[in-house]
């Protein structure tokens, strides 16, 4: 059985800022890649040219707070401090990666780019372009 390592948090107020950053830039870089552009449906791959084009991913498409409150439920403490594993990290970009993806959505909709509902058969919003 592999064990995983563990790394302290000194700062917990510091780690979620410098994890929004990075949770950020990567989604920048999967939109501004057009490789990527091929992964998804039609309307998805729409949506990202327009991000792309128009540079829409602003730096605050998530708050500290967003992200305080997705980190927090992941947190281990060890000896009355706060640790964390590789494996949870990902965990906690992935997260963080789909709170900006639905805040984006929500920014495209009420900006009139998109348009969306809620299909009972699907479960879920479904999104398309004006």
């Known amino acids: 059985m592999d064990q995983e390592n563990y790394y302290l948090i000194k700062d917990l107020n510091s780690f979620v800022k410098e994890t929004k950053k990075v949770a950020i830039e ?7 890649n057009e490789k990527n552009h091929k992964l998804v449906d039609e309307v998805t791959n729409k949506i990202i ?4 084009t128009k540079n829409k991913i602003e730096d605050n498409i998530v708050s500290d707070q967003e992200c305080e409150l997705i ?3 992941f947190l281990e403490k060890q000896n009355g401090k ?3 594993s590789e494996g949870v990290y990902f965990e906690i970009l992935k997260s963080i990666h789909t709170r900006i993806v639905s805040n984006t959505l929500n920014v495209l909709s ?4 998109i348009e ?4 009972e058969e699907l479960n ?3 999104f398309w372009l004006n």
Not at 110 to 113: A, D, L, N, V
Not at 116 to 119: E, F, G, Q, R, T
């Open 110 to 113: 009420s900006k009139g780019i």
């Open 124 to 126: 879920d919003f479904v």
């Open 26 to 32: 990567n989604f920048k870089s999967f939109v501004k």
């Open 71 to 73: 980190i927090n439920p």
């Open 116 to 119: 969306s509902a809620y299909d």
């Open 49 to 52: 040219m327009q991000l792309s």
């Open 82 to 84: 706060f640790v964390i």
